[in-house]
């Protein structure tokens, strides 16, 4: 593990969870969708989180930067607890990046003003200061050429690497990322997973909701599998993979890894 | 390193679809029994009125001279309109004065024409719109540099109706988009009020919030206290059009998905600037043509401000209809001024469909954009 490398960037707690999840709980109206969520995440560390879906494993890192609100238990992000603090959230969204599965970039801005936007408005940074930035992380996922170009003008897997760069440009703490391969046309998979690859070698922290398999073997420290809202089994990849403990885990694999 | 390949290879041609007019009349008007008689009927149909309209029109018509001279003539009576355009376009202005109103229209108009550009839309722009605004405002009112006071009754005529449109659109368009904001606000009060004040205007027709405007209002207030009658017209056009922008902004609002929400969100940009970066730029886009025609519905509504007795452009052609020397020529007065109520709508059409395209960032294919 990369424990070396991640000790510089642990500050002054190096053993303190930078992510703490305590019996957090949420409902969909009446649906238990997450049910007493318990999960640390270390600084530097990689977690994969795997499951059918409507297990709530979207639900759950979406709750870690509040585009989800729990109902019960706490979250604990950096050292501040998520409430309805306005101010406390928007500090945390600062800490956390995410990419969606959609990508969701701004269609009506370029793939430069796309990534700046975040520095410039919630960070206060200098345009000319927030634009070098951005063509630094638009050169590390490799589409610093399309800077000018609109969303809508690049293939999926480019806008995807815009999307993880827009996130690189807060410089998050944390990247959350939700099904990030799932809308990719198949070619394309590679494109982005190599991104991710090479973000996880930085010493990023990651959450990686995902069904690639393979990249959870290469990359993750541990991998989380989710049913009905609940944590079933957390593992290192081998172990998960070669000798899962629960009946639906092995059922979950063998449907998907044929 | 395929070049061996491809040069044995036989490019396909695109197999040609034009076959000239011929083919073209004949596989658009007359390709099916049914449509060649409608083909001919509509023929025949141009052929009885376009000859006749254009003998009245243009052949027979009278540009110049008396109403004697028009009265013996078939054609239509250009004359009136020329006798009466200063009356049709001004109003009661003061005759020697009219350049004063004139002047005004064409500071606007230059400005107008000015602010199409994209590019000329920085801090300058503001400058401008001020300078011309205040310019208008000295032209009109007189009573400084020499010029002579003329009060507001007196205005009429093509910069009443360009000035109450245009500020009946300005001020519709941003309390269109508060009013839509306000109606997806997760405040009750302001949500209540939002929907209550939309759905009570957009229920009753503008005659009666002119009436309330011009009639009812006074009565509410003080005695001896006047509001000047331009400004409670303006503030009915603004107060009954609002409603409607906005519910064509909320539409727009809804149209925009969650993720663009949550992206921004994620990127901590407050309410404020999830908004003025992400969502309006994209709402108000996506609303344009919606957003125009009722723009263009301004214009058209300015024209009922006859009824509260201000002679709008539509008031002085009537008014000008009465006069005992020049009467029976009212289809040359009222086409007159359907052609400039025309130019002025079609205008704005057109200009927005041209904004459309520019602002269009879809796919390369149907990027037409100025700035590179």
Redesign the interface.
């Known amino acids: 593990m990369a424990d070396n490398a991640d000790k510089n960037v642990m500050g002054t707690h190096p053993d303190k969870p930078i992510i703490r999840i305590i019996d957090m709980h949420k409902w969909f109206d009446n649906f238990h969708v997450l049910n007493g969520i318990n999960l640390d995440v270390k600084r530097g560390e990689r977690i994969v989180i795997c499951g059918p879906s409507g297990s709530g494993k979207s639900t759950l890192i979406r709750c870690i930067n509040r585009l989800e609100e729990h109902h019960k238990g706490q979250v604990i992000v950096d050292g501040i607890e998520m409430t309805n603090d306005l101010k406390k959230i928007e500090k945390i969204r600062r800490e956390v990046g995410m990419v969606f599965q959609q990508f969701n970039l701004f269609p009506h801005l370029t793939i430069l003003e796309n990534v700046t936007l975040g520095p410039i408005w919630a960070k206060k940074l200098p345009k000319a200061e927030a634009e070098k930035q951005a063509m630094a992380y638009l050169e590390r996922v490799k589409v610093a050429e399309q800077a000018k170009k609109y969303p809508g003008q690049l293939s999926g897997g480019q806008q995807q690497r815009v999307a993880i760069a827009r996130s690189l440009c807060m410089q998050p703490k944390i990247m959350l990322f939700d099904e990030v391969t799932s809308a990719l046309d198949p070619e394309m998979v590679k494109e982005v997973l190599d991104v991710m690859i090479e973000l996880a070698r930085a010493g990023m922290t990651m959450i990686v909701v995902t069904h690639e398999m393979g990249f959870a073997k290469t990359v993750a420290h541990r991998v989380v599998f989710m049913d009905m809202g609940r944590i079933i089994e957390e593992n290192t990849p081998r172990e998960f993979f070669e000798h899962p403990r629960h009946e639906r885990t092995r059922l979950f694999l063998s449907q998907i890894l044929h | 390193m395929m070049a061996a390949a491809s040069e044995e290879e036989k490019i396909m041609e695109r197999p040609i679809t034009q076959i000239g007019v011929l083919g073209w009349i004949r596989a658009n008007l007359f390709n099916s029994p049914l449509n060649s008689i409608i083909t001919v009927g509509l023929l025949y149909f141009l052929w009885k009125v376009i000859p006749p309209f254009v003998n009245w029109f243009l052949i027979n018509s009278v540009w110049s001279g008396a109403p004697a001279q028009c009265r013996a003539a078939d054609g239509a009576c250009w004359a009136f309109i020329r006798e009466k355009i200063r009356f049709i376009l001004f109003g009661f202005f003061p005759y020697e004065d009219q350049w004063r109103p004139l002047t005004s229209v064409l500071i606007l108009v230059s400005i107008l024409i000015y602010s199409r550009n994209r590019r000329h839309w920085n801090r300058r722009l503001i400058y401008f719109w001020a300078l011309s605004l205040a310019a208008i405002l000295i032209l009109m009112m007189g009573g400084i540099l020499g010029l002579k006071p003329v009060s507001y009754e007196r205005w009429g005529g093509l910069p009443l109706t360009l000035f109450i449109s245009i500020g009946g659109i300005v001020g519709a368009y941003p309390l269109g988009i508060l009013l839509a904001l306000g109606r997806r606000s997760k405040m009750i009060a302001i949500k209540t009020f939002c929907i209550f004040y939309i759905e009570l205007i957009r229920g009753v027709p503008l005659i009666s919030v002119l009436f309330m405007s011009s009639v009812m209002f006074p009565l509410l207030l003080p005695e001896g206290f006047v509001v000047n009658k331009l400004l409670r017209a303006q503030a009915a056009i603004i107060l009954f059009t609002a409603p409607y922008i906005a519910e064509v902004v909320r539409g727009g609002l809804q149209a925009i ?1 969650r ?2 929400y ?9 309410y404020y ?1 999830t908004l003025r ?2 969502v309006l ?2 709402a108000l ?1 996506i609303i344009i043509p919606p957003t125009v025609n009722h723009f263009v519905g301004v214009v058209r509504d300015s024209s009922l401000l006859l009824i509260i007795a201000l002679l709008d452009l539509l008031n002085t052609t009537k008014t000008a209809l009465t006069d005992t020397r020049w009467l029976g020529f009212s289809t040359e007065a009222y086409i007159f001024a359907a052609l400039i109520y025309f130019i002025i709508c079609y205008s704005m059409a057109h200009y927005s469909r041209r904004l459309e395209r520019e ?1 269009d ?4 294919g149907s ?1 037409r954009r100025l700035d ?1």
């Open positions: 998905p993720g663009q949550e992206a921004a969100a994620s990127l901590s940009l407050n600037q970066r992400v730029p994209q886009k602002l960032t879809r796919e390369q990027k590179g």
